[in-house]
């Protein structure tokens, strides 16, 4: 069984993935716009499918962490659960370097938390 703060660090990601989800693919062009500020209020129709294929693949994201709660395998457990940080972890920097620099404080710092926990563990 994987440490508690990990399994908790986990989850929050594979929420936020889910609420990334359902933003992108179901409000885009409704609550996103209250979101995502800094793009132009008539480009979000017009971006609605490039939305919404990201939208899923945030969806993907969140299904793999969760996914790695599930497992009864530590091992497998911890090493699901570093492939899918890791993903996000990527995503949220590369993010960052060329979006937004929120993005790695609400992306790629919850999933690096997570990975650094789930190595501790690992180590131990």
């Known amino acids: 069984m994987i440490l508690v703060p990990a399994k ?5 990601v594979a929420v936020l993935h889910i609420y990334f989800l359902w933003l992108e693919m179901f409000a885009w062009t409704t609550r996103a716009k209250k979101v ?6 008539h480009l ?3 971006t609605k499918t490039l939305a919404a294929n990201q939208g899923l693949y945030n ?3 969140a299904a793999g962490l ?3 709660l599930l497992i009864e395998d530590t091992y ?16 949220g920097i590369y993010g ?3 979006a937004s620099r929120k ?5 790629a710092l919850p999933a690096l938390t997570g990975i650094l926990l789930l190595l501790i563990h690992l180590l131990q």
């Open 36 to 41: 995502f500020r800094s793009l132009p209020g």
């Open 103 to 107: 993005i790695f404080t609400v992306q």
């Open 96 to 98: 960052a370097a060329t």
């Open 59 to 61: 969806g993907f994201l």
């Open 66 to 68: 969760i996914w790695s």
């Open 8 to 12: 908790i660090i986990i989850g929050i």
């Open 44 to 46: 979000f129709e017009p």
């Open 76 to 91: 497998w457990q911890i090493y699901v659960g570093l492939f899918f940080l890791g993903c996000v972890a990527v995503a």
